[in-house]
Every structure is written in structure tokens, then in C-alpha cells.
């Protein structure tokens, strides 16, 4: 079981920039990808962005390209993504799960951060 954790949420201005942590522990080489998800109030929650461990291979959403990057770090099992030009519609909780293969769903979600854009 890879149990994520996320943080480096907050409050920023349109056109700003923050970067979210995901940290894993547990079993990461056994662990397929790890993918970074959003809710925002009243919507359900969207795929934003994933990455998978072995290659670095990542995939966006459409609403992601060109703004967001997700990145990873194997020595700290940690996982980035990287909010650029945000706008007050990426307001939302991010959270971070892993998927353990190919063919699973994702599994084991963090308890998600909060990310609050500004005009």
C-alpha cells in the first residue's frame, strides 16, 4: 500500500504560480503512477495530470497543458506539480493518488490541498 500525502496549497493571485508535494510511502516501485486530481465547490472531482514512476511518461488534461507540469522525484518519492498562470477557476482541493497498475483504477488518495485563486 503507497499512502500519499500532499501539501504547498494556499492562497494566491491570479496569474501566480504554486508548486504541490506529494509525498508517497510505502511500496513506490511497485506503484504503476501517481496522479493529481481536483474538486472544486459543487463539481466533481477532474483528472488534472499523472505520471508514471518507471519512465517519467506524464499525461494532461486539456485545461492542464501549457500551465501545469508534473514532475517526480524517486529518491524522495515524491511527486511535484508545478500551477502556473493560475486562474480563479483552478480554485479547488488537489489531491494526489496512486494507481498501482496499468489496468487498476487509482486506490489510495492523500486528504488533498487546498488551492484558492484571487482576481
Known amino acids: 500500500q503507497v499512502q500519499p500525502v500532499e501539501s504547498g496549497g494556499g492562497l494566491v493571485q491570479a496569474g501566480g504560480s504554486l508548486r504541490l508535494s506529494c509525498a508517497a510511502s510505502?511500496?513506490?516501485?511497485?506503484?504503476?503512477?501517481m496522479g493529481w486530481f481536483r474538486q472544486a465547490p459543487g463539481k466533481e472531482r477532474e483528472f488534472v495530470a499523472r505520471i508514471r514512476w518507471n519512465d517519467g511518461s506524464t499525461l494532461y488534461a486539456e485545461s492542464a497543458k501549457g500551465r501545469f507540469t508534473v514532475s517526480r522525484d524517486n529518491a524522495k518519492n515524491t511527486v511535484y506539480l508545478q500551477l502556473d498562470n493560475l486562474k480563479p477557476e483552478d480554485t479547488a482541493v488537489y489531491y494526489c493518488a496512486t494507481k498501482p497498475t496499468r489496468s487498476q483504477d487509482y486506490m489510495y488518495w492523500g486528504q488533498g490541498t487546498q488551492v484558492t485563486v484571487s482576481l
Open positions: 510505502g511500496r513506490t516501485s511497485s506503484t504503476y503512477a
